[in-house]
């Protein structure tokens, strides 16, 4: 640790530390960049050549840079040139053409290449593992971590379908009332968009109760590639302001590139202020960000929604909170509702039923007594989801109120359960939940054999080489990283060539100068 450029411990944590989230979750402060700095061959290399720079990289930014900048001088000796990115890789077998790995097919996913040892042909192959085999070949690539490799790929990946992206021809933005055209699949779709809603003739929905408009892209045939609802007459809850917030995107294959090129040209044209997160799920009612990237989840918003009960309903991802008397839907439930539009069913229910659901709201044919936060309540007997049944006493819980524990398999109560922060599971009993602990940590954590301690991240440990007096030679031994550096401050370890020894001999290791 004495060849880095953090002072003691504490700026170590600082800068590798664990933190906690926000929704209980711990991670490692730059994993990945600890994992590569780590490496021996690296430090060996820097030690041997005087140079320390790739040591001290700081983020993750200079990372990437980095190592693609030792990727390109790296294995220069092979024969062929691989063109990507306006970088420049070698390889054994492979090379580029003049596309330059663009697919000429507009695959955005897959690289294009020449294989020599194939009859020179053209083939094509996943972005991410066309990059991980070019690593592997490269004399830098051979010494990095599995971690580093990984994130390049996945870094690579992205940063490719963007470049391809714009290679394509260009893509028309229309944004207008043809509701019926973005809801049909035969005639129109370029793929599967794996929408729930297509061809369901639920579309008028956004014609006649709402204030909406259809935005979709469409390419150089016609089709359309991606497509979304823009709610056009937002209310933000506490304020004045109107928003234009574009609902859950939709693409051709579920391609989020395609969901991107969307949102950009509808940023990019004025039509939004806001936009549902790519990628998000049909149950994210508040996930929406401002054209910027930054978080609107804190706000609450609706829109006016004006529903008979013979009325199309379309299958809503946000405004599903349906206020029938106040001809208004919410993308939060903290207002009475009367109807949840998140259904298939194309209609709101008009049947004249016996029993009154005081859970949700509504009449129907058959209840089942139910407790929410204690409070004894009566639920749909066919709509018990927000429920799990407890057998310590044979009732529905809300699901609140309720955890699954591990050790039964079933729900308990949480005051009659025992959380772990390390495996993020429930237990019944304190015994059974650190006996689950501890095989949990000797399965998935690092053991240092001197602290006798697991630690979670095997970055936490590193090793030092104890003199075994019986065989006179030294022996590697894991230890955790706070405790080395500790003992190396006061003097119990000493450092010498890259290494650390519990015992030196004339200030060397003892087996140099052993008689």
């Not at 054999?449 to 007096?469: C, M, P, V």
Request: charged share 30%; hydrophobic share 30%.
């Amino acid at each position: 640790m004495l060849y880095y450029d953090f002072r003691d411990y504490e700026e170590f944590k600082e800068r590798f530390g664990i933190q906690k989230h926000g929704n209980g979750e711990k991670s490692r402060k730059n994993r990945i960049l600890l994992s590569y700095i780590k490496s021996k061959k690296l430090l060996h290399d820097a030690i041997t050549s005087g140079d320390y720079y790739m040591l001290h990289i700081t983020n993750m930014s200079q990372l990437k840079q980095c190592v693609w900048y030792a990727l390109e001088k790296g294995s220069t000796s092979l024969p062929y040139k691989v063109k990507l990115l306006g970088k420049v890789l070698h390889s054994s077998q492979y090379s580029t053409d003049e596309c330059e790995g663009v697919c000429a097919d507009g695959d955005t996913r897959a690289v294009r290449y020449i294989n020599h040892k194939n009859g020179e042909r053209v083939f094509k192959m996943k972005a991410g593992k066309f990059l991980r085999t070019l690593i592997l070949e490269n004399d830098f690539g051979k010494t990095l971590p599995e971690s580093v490799i990984t994130y390049l790929m996945e870094e690579f990946v992205q940063d490719w379908q963007v470049h391809c992206m714009q290679t394509l021809p260009d893509n028309h933005l229309f944004v207008n009332e043809e509701f019926s055209r973005i809801y049909n699949s035969s005639s129109y779709a370029q793929g599967n968009f794996h929408s729930c809603m297509t061809d369901e003739c639920n579309h008028t929905f956004y014609m006649n109760s709402v204030e909406a408009q259809a935005a979709y892209l469409e390419d150089d045939e016609g089709m359309i590639i991606a497509r979304c609802i823009i709610f056009t007459n937002v209310h933000e809850e506490g304020s004045d302001r109107i928003w234009r917030l574009a609902e859950r995107q939709y693409s051709a294959d579920s391609n989020d590139v395609l969901k991107r090129a969307l949102i950009d040209a509808l940023i990019r044209e004025g039509y939004i202020d806001g936009y549902k997160q790519i990628g998000a799920g049909c149950g994210d009612s508040r996930s929406f960000v401002d054209n910027s990237g930054k978080s609107l989840s804190n706000k609450r918003f609706s829109i006016d929604c004006k529903l008979e009960y013979d009325d199309a309903v379309s299958y809503q991802d946000s405004f599903k909170y349906y206020n029938y008397y106040e001809d208004k839907a919410y993308n939060h439930e903290c207002h009475s509702y009367d109807y949840d539009l998140s259904t298939t069913e194309g209609r709101l229910e008009t049947e004249d039923e016996e029993e009154y659901d005081d859970y949700h709201g509504y009449y129907c044919s058959q209840t089942t007594a139910v407790y929410v936060h204690g409070r004894e309540m009566y639920c749909n007997t066919n709509d018990l989801a927000d429920f799990n049944w407890v057998e310590k006493y044979a009732e529905y819980h809300h699901c609140d109120d309720c955890e699954f524990c591990e050790d039964t398999g079933d729900y308990h109560l949480k005051d009659d359960c025992y959380y772990s922060e390390i495996i993020d599971a429930f237990y019944s009993t304190e015994k059974e939940l650190a006996k689950a602990e501890q095989k949990y940590k000797e399965g998935h954590w690092a053991y240092s054999k001197f602290d006798d301690e697991y630690y979670e991240y095997e970055e936490d440990l590193t090793s030092y080489l104890r003199w075994n007096k019986t065989t006179l030679q030294y022996e590697e031994e894991s230890i955790y990283v706070g405790t080395l550096i500790n003992l190396v401050r006061n003097g119990v370890l000493h450092p010498y060539g890259g290494s650390v020894y519990n015992m030196l001999r004339h200030g060397m290791p003892i087996s140099n100068n052993l008689n």
